[in-house]
C-alpha cells in the first residue's frame, strides 16, 4: 500500500479518520481509479511553488518580506531569536500508508513550534523544504500544505520560505521555526536546582500507543483487506499520534501565573531521556515518583490490552510534544491544582543520579530508554 491510496481522502480531524474507518476509505481508494492525478511536472518549480503558498498570509509583524525573493526579511527589535530545525524522513520518521499527508504537514509543523516553546518564546515563522519524487502527483503536495496552512493559522505563524527539490526515492520536510524571546524570559535546560520541582504538562504515552494501534491496524490489513479495523476506544491515542498539538498555551499560561521556570525542555523522545538531559546539563539529580505520571484512562487500558507496563511507555514512549520543566518550590503554590501541570519529582544533588521512585517506595536509575532494572 502506497501513499498515494490516501492522500486525497478528505479528512479534517482525526476523529473523521477514525469514525469513517480509514482503513475501509484506503481499500476504497486503491479501487478508485478515478482520482484526480496532476503530475508537479505541468507546473514547473516556480508554478508549484506559487500554487502551494499562494493561500498563506501574512499574520506576523515582523515578517517584512515572505515567500518569493531569494531570502526573507524579518525584523525582530529588541528580542532574542530563536531558530530551530527538523528533518522528516519518509520510512523513518513517518508511515504514509497511514499518516494522511494533510496531518503529516500539520504535525512537522508542530515538531518544530514545540521546540520554540520550549525555550519559553513565541514563534513566528517557518521555512519549509520539501524533496519528492515522480510518484508523488500535485493533490499529494496540496494535502501537505493544507495541514502546514491550518498549522499556520493556529498558531499564528508565517511560512516564509523554503526549497523545493527532487527526491528519487520517498519524501522528504525539512522545517524551520523562528521565534522570539524577551532577554529576561528564555529558559534553557543547564539551568535547573536541587530542590526544584520537576513538573510535566498534559499527559504522556499516548502518541507511542496511538501508533501501536496504527501498525497494528495496518498488519491486518496487510493479510486481510477486507477485514473490518475497529479503531473505537482509541480515538485519544491516534489523535495524539497523528495530529499532535505543541503547547503554545503553556508559555502563555506561565506568564499568566507570573511563574518562570528553572529550566524546559520539550518531550519528544520520551520523558525519561529528556530529564536526563535536564539533569546531564544542570549537572543536577532527581527523583521522578512512579505513581505521580499523568496517564490518560485509554493509555491504561491499551497498555494492558498489548500487555505493556504503562509506566515504561510514559517514560520511553516518545512523540507526546509536552512540556516538562523546573520550577522553585516558592512558586508551587501558582501552578498547584492546574488541570494543564502534574508535578512528578524533583531536583536533587547531582551525586545521588537520576532516579525512579516505583509505587513501592524503590528507588531505580533512570536510563534513556525508560529505567534500568537491573541496578
Ligand atoms: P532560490 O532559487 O533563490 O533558492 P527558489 O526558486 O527555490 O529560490 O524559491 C523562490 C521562493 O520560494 C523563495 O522565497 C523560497 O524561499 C520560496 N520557496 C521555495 N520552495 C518553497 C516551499 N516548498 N515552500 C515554501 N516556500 C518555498
Ligand atoms: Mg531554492
Known amino acids: 500500500m502506497s501513499y498515494y491510496t490516501i492522500y486525497n481522502v478528505k479528512i479534517d480531524s482525526v476523529i473523521d479518520v477514525i469514525y469513517s474507518k480509514f482503513m475501509i476509505y484506503l481499500c476504497k481508494m486503491i479501487e478508485d481509479k478515478n482520482q484526480s492525478r496532476t503530475s508537479i511536472s505541468e507546473l514547473g ?7 502551494l503558498t499562494k493561500n498563506f498570509k501574512i499574520q506576523n509583524k515582523t515578517t517584512i518580506k515572505g515567500v518569493g525573493d531569494d531570502a526573507a526579511v524579518l525584523e525582530i ?25 494533510k496531518h503529516l504537514g500539520y504535525k512537522a509543523v508542530m515538531v518544530n513550534l514545540s521546540d520554540v516553546y520550549a525555550m519559553n518564546g513565541e514563534a513566528s515563522q517557518i521555512t519549509v523544504s520539501i524533496a519528492v519524487s515522480n510518484r508523488f502527483p500535485l493533490e499529494a503536495l496540496e494535502e501537505l500544505y493544507k495541514g502546514i496552512h491550518l498549522a499556520c493559522e493556529n498558531y499564528k505563524v508565517d511560512l516564509v520560505g523554503g526549497d523545493t527539490t527532487s527526491s528519487t526515492t520517498g519524501l522528504l520536510i525539512n522545517i524551520t521555526a523562528i521565534g522570539q ?3 529576561e524570559d528564555v529558559v534553557y535546560r543547564n539551568t535547573a536546582k536541587p530542590n526544584d520541582l520537576l513538573v510535566v504538562t498534559g499527559d504522556l504515552g499516548a502518541a507511542y500507543l496511538g501508533l501501536q494501534v496504527l501498525e497494528r491496524e495496518k498488519q491486518v490489513f496487510e493479510v486481510n483487506p477486507n477485514s473490518q479495523p475497529d479503531l473505537s476506544g482509541y480515538s485519544y491515542l491516534i489523535e495524539r499520534q497523528l495530529k499532535p498539538e505543541s503547547r503554545k498555551d503553556i508559555v502563555k499560561l506561565l506568564k499568566d501565573l507570573e511563574v518562570k521556570p528553572t529550566s524546559m525542555i520539550d518531550i519528544s523522545d520520551g520523558l525519561s531521556s529528556e530529564i536526563l538531559h535536564i539533569c546531564t546539563q544542570s549537572k543536577v539529580g532527581c527523583d521522578l515518583y512512579e505513581e505521580k505520571l499523568p496517564l490518560d484512562p485509554q493509555v491504561i487500558s491499551t497498555c494492558e490490552e498489548f500487555d505493556l507496563n504503562s509506566t515504561t511507555i510514559a517514560l520511553s514512549g516518545g512523540e507526546d510534544y509536552e512540556l516538562l520543566f523546573t520550577i522553585s518550590q516558592e512558586d508551587f503554590p501558582k501552578i498547584k491544582g492546574n488541570p494543564h501541570l502534574t508535578v512528578i519529582g524533583h531536583i536533587t544533588d547531582e551525586s545521588l543520579g537520576a532516579n525512579l521512585v516505583t509505587r513501592a517506595g524503590q528507588k531505580i536509575k533512570l536510563t534513556a530508554q525508560g529505567w534500568n532494572a537491573l541496578s
Open 77 to 101: 527589535k529588541n528580542k532574542q531569536v530563536l531558530v530551530t530545525t527538523d528533518l522528516l524522513i519518509e520510512g523513518v520518521h513517518f508511515d504514509l500508508s497511514y499518516m494522511p499527508l
Open 181 to 183: 524571546v524577551n532577554k
Open 45 to 51: 518549480e516556480f508554478g508549484l511553488i506559487n500554487h
